[in-house]
């Protein structure tokens, strides 16, 4: 049962616009959201994180906003830069900080110059 | 401050074989993660240990093993390799758990021919 849900396996966008990449989870009992970004050979990188108890989160051109209701994140770049061309995972955990990251399948963006 | 090692980074077997991949983490970092990348199923949740205990564990046979040394260090161990077992191993450390703040390693491929 695929807990966290990236629908969308891969995203082109041209440089300089906005890229949005979505996130649905399924448990309820889910209460902190990250996003990871993985390079080829290289693991992955943490990238931003947002709390059941906030909607929105900004760190430079990443922001991602939270909808509790509909159990969907979505991180958004802006604006997109080549180097942000990586797979892109959102990964959620239950309250505790002993407890797992359950990650979504990723996402392959791909920002054209 | 170094980053999380993995040794080796590129192992080839084959089926019915054993494996044992190695994690360092980084220094302080008392929790270790493991997870299973596959192109189908993105990054899955084996176990993670914090100091020298198996705190957590997910959906894998009992092929897959792990463990954890006083110096934080952990091993994975895979006996009798399928084929399906080919993928990218990525080890994480955090000081507290996987929740926040995790760093993860380069990563192990293995294939299992």
């Known amino acids: 049962d695929q807990q966290v849900k990236q629908n969308s396996p891969s995203l082109s966008v041209q440089e300089g616009r906005i890229s949005i990449l979505n996130c649905d989870y399924t448990?309820?009992?889910?209460?902190?959201f990250l996003w990871y970004k993985k390079y080829p050979a290289e693991g992955p990188t943490f990238l931003i994180s947002?709390?059941?108890?906030?909607d929105k989160n900004e760190d430079g051109r990443f922001t991602v906003f939270l909808n509790k209701s509909a159990k969907h994140l979505s991180l958004h770049i802006v604006p997109s830069q080549p180097g942000d061309s990586a797979v892109y995972f959102c990964a959620a955990r239950k309250q505790g900080g002993s407890e797992k990251l359950v990650f979504g399948k990723g996402m392959k963006l791909t920002v054209n110059p | 401050k170094a980053g999380v090692t993995q040794t080796p980074r590129y192992l080839i077997k084959t089926r019915g074989q054993q494996v044992t991949l190695s994690c360092s983490p980084i220094?302080?970092?008392?929790?270790v993660s493991w997870y299973q990348q596959t192109p189908g199923q993105g990054l899955q949740f084996l176990f993670e240990y914090f100091s020298e205990t198996q705190r957590n564990k997910g959906n894998f046979p009992g092929r897959f093993s792990g463990r954890q040394f006083s110096n934080s260090r952990s091993e994975m161990n895979v006996s009798t390799l399928e084929l399906g077992d080919s993928a990218l191993y990525l080890c994480?450390?955090?000081?507290?758990?996987?929740?926040?703040?995790?760093?993860f390693g380069p990563g192990t491929r293995l294939l299992v021919l």
């Open positions: 220094s302080g970092h008392r929790s």
């Open positions: 947002i709390s059941s108890i906030k």
């Open positions: 448990n309820s009992m889910f209460d902190y």
């Open positions: 994480a450390s955090s000081e507290a758990g996987p929740g926040v703040s995790q760093y």
